[in-house]
Every structure is written in structure tokens, then in C-alpha cells.
């Protein structure tokens, strides 16, 4: 028994038996965007919300809505200028709302891709309600939240997180891939973000991405 031990033992350091790993880590995705910018709308409609449904299991998403807002205290409370008017102000607050008290992706991200598709300068909340109502979520707490300092508090959150990229944003969308934005990575991800989360992902594919390789690769032969 100590020889076959032994032998076990040399043939682990020799690596004559698989040494298994563990799981590679997430492709971290972080969108700095604000509620009514129509680039931010059209990259989560179409880049950022189908990617995550076929390969969510791979990603981690941080959503984090203020964009090219201004906030100063006034008070006992933060005051916030917006690109797009007091309606986006209004949005980007639902939003941070929603994600603080949702806290789980898979129940705040539909809300808000649902919210991104529907809202309106003039009534944001009423667009809030209907998509909470659509998705089964109870809005109430999130509706406190908005009118609230809690909500104020959680928007001057995602300010300061904005104001602390570097490089700072120079626009919206703004997107870093594991904690750093380069043009390349900003180019792909609002054109080709399924693609370039799989590249990036060091594990095993999932299927989404291996389907998406070979149908680049039949385009490509086909050109050929």
C-alpha cells in the first residue's frame, strides 16, 4: 500500500493525472450610461441584454447610470443636472433605485432593459410601473426609493463611482471590459460584445459562443 501511495504521489507531481483547475473567472462588463441617451438605449437593447440572455452564465455586469450628469449638495440632499433634462435625472434614479433594491441581476437587468425600451422624458415612472407591473415585480419599494433620500443618496453613488474611471469618460456609452476601457475594447463591445466576450472568456465556451465562432467562420469561408 505505501509503494501504490507513492506512486500516486509521483505521478500527481509528474502530472501523469489531470490536475484539475478551478472555474476561470467571469468577463467583468461595467456600462456607465444614462437613462435617455439613444446610444446607451440601442447598446443595451442590442449589444448588452441579448449577450447577456445567450451567455450570462460567463459574465458579471455592472450597470451604473448617471453618464454626463453633474450633481452638487444642496443641503441636506444632492442635486443632479442631466444631459437629457430633469426626465433623465428621474430615470437615472429609478434605476439606481431598482438595482440597490432588487440586488439581483437576473431581476433588476430584465426591469431595466425593459425600462430602457419604453421610457419617456415626460413620465418615467409611469414607464417604471408598466414594466414592473409586466415582469411581476413589486414596484412600491422602488418607488419610495425614487422619491426618496435613499434614492438621491444611491444616484450621488453611481456619481462618484463615474467620476472615478481612468481613464474619466468622454461619453456615453461608455463600457470597460475587467476594469479597463480602451478604444479596441469600447469598438467591440458596442458592435460586437458576444464576440468579444467569448474571446475573453479563459474557461470553457459555452455553446452560444461556439456557434457564434463557427457561423464567422462558414462567413468567412464563403467569402473566400
Given at each position: 500500500m505505501a509503494y501504490v501511495n507513492a506512486v500516486f504521489a509521483v505521478a500527481l507531481i509528474a502530472g501523469v493525472f489531470p490536475v484539475y483547475s478551478q472555474a476561470a473567472p467571469k468577463v467583468s462588463i461595467a456600462?456607465?450610461?444614462?437613462?435617455?441617451?439613444?446610444?446607451?438605449?440601442a447598446f443595451?437593447?442590442?449589444?448588452?441584454y441579448p449577450t447577456y440572455q445567450k451567455i450570462g452564465e460567463i459574465m458579471d455586469i455592472t450597470l451604473v447610470p448617471y453618464g454626463?450628469?453633474?450633481?452638487?449638495?444642496?443641503?441636506?440632499?444632492?442635486?443632479?443636472?442631466c444631459q437629457h433634462g430633469q426626465g433623465e435625472c428621474e430615470?437615472?434614479?429609478i434605476e439606481s433605485c431598482a438595482i440597490?433594491?432588487?440586488?439581483?441581476?437576473?431581476?433588476?437587468?430584465?426591469?431595466?432593459h425593459c425600462f430602457e425600451q419604453y421610457i419617456?422624458?415626460?413620465?418615467?415612472?409611469?414607464?417604471?410601473?408598466?414594466?414592473?407591473?409586466?415582469?411581476?415585480?413589486?414596484?412600491t419599494p422602488i418607488d419610495k426609493c425614487a422619491s426618496g433620500p435613499?434614492?438621491?443618496?444611491f444616484e450621488h453613488d453611481m456619481g462618484v463611482k463615474t467620476e472615478a474611471l481612468e481613464p474619466q469618460h468622454q461619453f456615453v456609452p461608455w463600457v470597460t471590459m475587467n476594469g479597463k476601457h480602451t478604444e479596441?475594447?469600447?469598438?467591440?463591445?458596442?458592435?460586437?460584445?458576444?464576440?468579444l466576450v467569448c474571446d475573453s472568456y479563459q474557461g470553457a465556451k459555452p455553446a452560444a459562443c461556439t456557434r457564434t465562432q463557427a457561423l464567422r467562420s462558414y462567413k468567412d469561408d464563403t467569402k473566400n
Open positions: 456600462l456607465y450610461y444614462e437613462s435617455l441617451c439613444p446610444g446607451c438605449r443595451i437593447s442590442d449589444q448588452l454626463n450628469a453633474q450633481q452638487y449638495k444642496y443641503g441636506n440632499k444632492w442635486v443632479f443636472s430615470g437615472n434614479i440597490n433594491i432588487l440586488q439581483n441581476l437576473t431581476t433588476y437587468f430584465p426591469f431595466i419617456s422624458s415626460s413620465n418615467p415612472s409611469s414607464t417604471a410601473r408598466y414594466c414592473a407591473q409586466l415582469l411581476r415585480i413589486d414596484y435613499q434614492g438621491n443618496q479596441e475594447i469600447q469598438n467591440e463591445a458596442t458592435t460586437e460584445l458576444l464576440k
